[in-house]
């Protein structure tokens, strides 16, 4: 019986392994496969989603385009990363690849992502990018530097 439990918990423990290197294999392709890759520096603290990132380097990988689009924020020394999602395009945009950011409740909040290279403004907070231009007077942007393959 003992025997069999021991047989059990390895198998366990091969498909738990098998499973992550799966996924680590996965990761790794969406990020050569990546339809943005991009890099920006915060001199504050900011909200994002769930996340709060604290100033410093980043870099921002967007592997599809498709609804729901994920970005991942990583910091430039890959010590720290989080996963945001944005069910809302609007497009086509000009300008410059950058976060958008407002204040919310007292603190920095990235309300959208405007990439006009990719022709589209990802949002994430539909209630900050809705509010009217003379409520915008406080934006703030944040450039976001297009990634060296």
């Known amino acids: 019986m003992r025997a069999n439990q021991t047989v059990a918990g390895i198998k366990m423990l091969l498909a738990t392994l098998v499973i992550s290197l799966s996924c680590v294999g996965m990761m790794q392709a969406q990020g050569e496969l990546a339809v943005y890759r991009g890099r920006f520096t915060l001199s504050y603290q900011v909200h994002w989603g769930k996340s709060v990132l604290q100033p410093g380097d980043y870099t921002i990988t967007i592997p599809s385009t498709g609804l729901p689009t994920f970005a991942l924020i990583s910091k430039a020394d890959g010590n720290w990363g989080t996963r945001v999602v944005s ?9 410059v690849n950058a976060l958008l950011l407002k204040d919310k409740d007292g ?9 006009p290279s990719l022709g589209i403004v990802l949002i994430y907070d539909p209630s900050l990018a809705r509010e009217s231009v003379q409520e915008a007077r406080v934006s703030r942007t944040v450039p976001v530097m297009l990634a060296k393959r």
């Open 107 to 115: 603190q920095l909040t990235v309300h959208s992502l405007s990439l």
């Open 87 to 95: 069910g809302v395009h609007s497009g086509p945009t000009k300008g």
